[in-house]
Each structure stands twice: as C-alpha cells, then as structure tokens.
C-alpha cells in the first residue's frame, strides 16, 4: 500500500503569513491527490483535487502544485478562517490513504 | 445542491453490529462512486470501504474486511455500511462522502460495553 507522509504535524502561523505544507508518496502517484481542509466537529471540505486543480468556491490563497511522488499545498496569506487541519489523500489506487494531518494554529 | 445525510450511528457493545445509512441527494447517485471514511476521536482520517457506481467493484480497509458490507441502492439513493463484529477500535465519526468531492456530516458510532 502506498504511504502518505505529511509535514510538519503542526504548524504555528500569523495572519497574513504564507503557509506551505508538503505530502510525499511512497511511490509515484501521478497526480492523483486531493487536499482537505477540516475544523473541529465538521466534515472534511475538498480544496484541491489533481493536485493542482482549486475546487469551486475555494479562494484563490489555496494553490496545489507536485506530480509524482511530491505535493505542496500552499497558502497565499493566510486567513482568521484557515486555521484549522488540513490533509492530502492520494486516490491513485486502493487503498486510498490520507496523510496524517497538519494543524495549523494561531501564533 | 449535493447533500449527503448518514444516520444509524448510537452506541453497540463490542462484538455487536449496526447498519449506517447515507441518503444522498442534488445529483444522480446512480452515476457516482461512493466512499466511507471514519475518524477516530481526536485521529487522522481512515478510508474504510468505496463501491463503484453499479455496484461492480467494491474495496475495503484491511482492518474491516470480513466484519462490514458495503451496498448501495440506486432507486433510493442511498448507501449502506452494514458494520458487524464490532470492536472498541471501530469507535468513530463515519463519513459517507461522493467520490472524494462530497461528504455527509458524519455519524458517530461508539463500541463500548
């Protein structure tokens, strides 16, 4: 099964502040990956899908980049809204596998 | 608009089942793959069980194969995870979610005696 290793666990940021978090697969997945954004007590929200693709509705802070074995989930400035956990989810075969989860937190 | 409502969570004794619904609506069930995904309290995300839109190809996570079904009925828009040999382990929010695009609000299963 393919590993998803996704760093850092936890990050400490302030308004405004670029955040940049990364998953590496343990083999090549094209790109076949997802990135989620999740607050306490609510439902996982897709904010990119094929990596790079931003899913409707999404502000254009959220960028994805990486194909292959390496992906990037970046925020531009980052937003009172966007503090929260996000995680990757390669799709590109069986089982699906999501990365352990970064919580991003208020400096 | 998609909307995914699970339902059928509460609290089993271990070795107990439960059967977790998912009625899904705003788009045509019948043309999409479905998902379960559980998260344990205060845990990452797990990939529990997928079925492809006809019923054709259905997967499970290593650590609930041979214990839940999943079926799906496309007249009533609506998905199953039929949950059997419960374990405390299994105790989670269990998400049905569209493909990976769409996700219910989760239901809460707890396995405690």
């Known amino acids: 099964a393919i590993q998803m290793t996704q760093s850092p666990s936890s990050l400490s940021a302030s308004v405004g502040d670029r955040v940049t978090i990364t998953c590496r697969a343990s083999?090549?997945?094209?790109?076949?990956l997802g990135w989620y954004q999740q607050k306490p007590g609510k439902a996982p929200k897709l904010l990119i899908y094929?990596?790079?693709s931003l899913q409707s509705g999404v502000p254009s802070r959220f960028s994805g980049s990486g194909s292959g074995t390496d992906f990037t989930l970046t925020i531009s400035s980052l937003q009172p809204e966007d503090f929260a956990t996000y995680y990757c989810?390669?799709?590109?075969?069986?089982?699906?596998?999501f990365g352990q989860g970064t919580k991003v937190e208020i400096k | 608009e998609v909307q995914l409502v699970e339902s059928g969570g509460g609290l089993v004794k271990p070795g107990g089942s439960l059967r977790l619904s998912c009625a899904a609506s705003?788009?045509?069930?019948?043309?999409?793959?479905m998902n379960w995904v559980r998260q344990a309290p205060g845990k990452g995300l797990e990939w529990v069980s997928s079925?492809?839109?006809?019923?054709?190809?259905?997967y499970y996570a290593d650590s609930v194969k041979g214990r839940f079904t999943i079926s799906r009925d496309n007249a009533k828009n609506s998905l199953y995870l039929q949950m059997n040999s419960l374990r405390a382990e299994d105790t989670a929010v269990y998400y049905c979610?569209?493909?990976?695009?769409?996700w219910g609000q989760g239901t809460l299963v707890t396995v405690s005696s």
């Open positions: 979610a569209r493909d990976w695009s769409d």
């Open positions: 705003g788009f045509t069930f019948s043309s999409y793959s």
């Open positions: 079925i492809s839109s006809s019923s054709s190809y259905i």
């Open positions: 083999q090549g997945i094209r790109n076949d």
């Open positions: 094929a990596a790079s």
């Open positions: 989810l390669q799709d590109y075969n069986y089982p699906p596998r």
